[in-house]
């Protein structure tokens, strides 16, 4: 039913609303655009598929997996993504407005030049992910991991993530991401090495 949905809603570049779908696999070989609008997806599987261009509203993303599929310049507001596994994802270029991530993997995702607008990220697993010059306005990290994310011309300033990981966290070699940045007192240990200082 998903796929049949998606492929009439693009072909008539019509947006889906008021959907459910659970518990279904989409494995498309085509590239799909579409605006969902207040569509729930849970427990659904989406296999190498490409959602580059498509506008989610009020939508929620329930324990789905999503890994290695392509979400590049999306639209995102008032979205809900819950428990979900998106390892490999690409969210290259896509904006995020008062949209909540919590729980679920993001391993080696890509986020590179997104835009986070009024969100909130929880007790999310983002290690290894790419942010690289991303831009964050009022934004909350509630227990997020984000070892040996980079960072690289992302301003952090004002951002608290004193009680989320930030071991191995990758910047420029100016460091000037990290001004401004609000951590805890165990936490500074992880960025004396920016400095060249060993603690013994």
Same mark, same amino acid.
């Given at each position: =039913?998903?796929?049949? $949905?998606? #492929?009439? %809603? %693009? ?36 296999? *190498?598929?490409?959602?580059?261009? @498509? ?9 789905? $997996?999503? *890994? ?23 969210? /290259?270029? /896509?904006? +995020? &407005? ?28 983002? *290690?290894? %992910?790419? +942010? ?7 934004? &909350? ?5 984000? *070892?040996?994310?980079? +960072? ?6 004002? #951002?608290?993530? /004193? $009680? @989320?990981?930030?071991?191995? #966290? ?15 007192? =165990?936490? %500074?240990? $992880? ?10």
């Amino acid at each position: =039913m998903l796929e049949d $949905d998606m #492929i009439k %809603a %693009a072909a008539e570049e019509e947006p889906l609303i008021q959907k459910k779908y659970e518990g279904e696999i989409l494995c498309l070989e085509m590239p799909v655009k579409v605006e969902f609008n207040h569509v729930c997806f849970k427990k659904c599987r989406f296999v *190498s598929c490409d959602f580059s261009g @498509s506008m989610f509203y009020n939508v929620k993303f329930l324990n789905c $997996d999503f *890994s290695n599929c392509r979400f590049q310049s999306c639209y995102l507001k008032e979205t809900e993504i819950w428990g979900c596994k998106g390892d490999g994802g690409d969210f /290259s270029q /896509s904006t +995020f &407005r008062t949209t909540m991530v919590e729980e679920g993997c993001y391993h080696y995702a890509n986020y590179e030049g997104t835009l986070w607008d009024g969100c909130r990220l929880k007790g999310v697993d983002f *290690s290894e %992910a790419f +942010f690289a010059e991303v831009k964050f306005k009022k934004i &909350r990290f509630e227990k997020v991991n984000l *070892s040996r994310v980079d +960072f690289f011309k992302t301003q952090l300033e004002g #951002i608290d993530l /004193s $009680d @989320s990981n930030i071991e191995g #966290i990758m910047v420029s070699d100016t460091f000037r991401e990290l001004r401004g940045l609000k951590i805890g007192p =165990m936490q %500074a240990m $992880d960025l004396v090495r920016f400095l060249g200082v060993k603690i013994i």
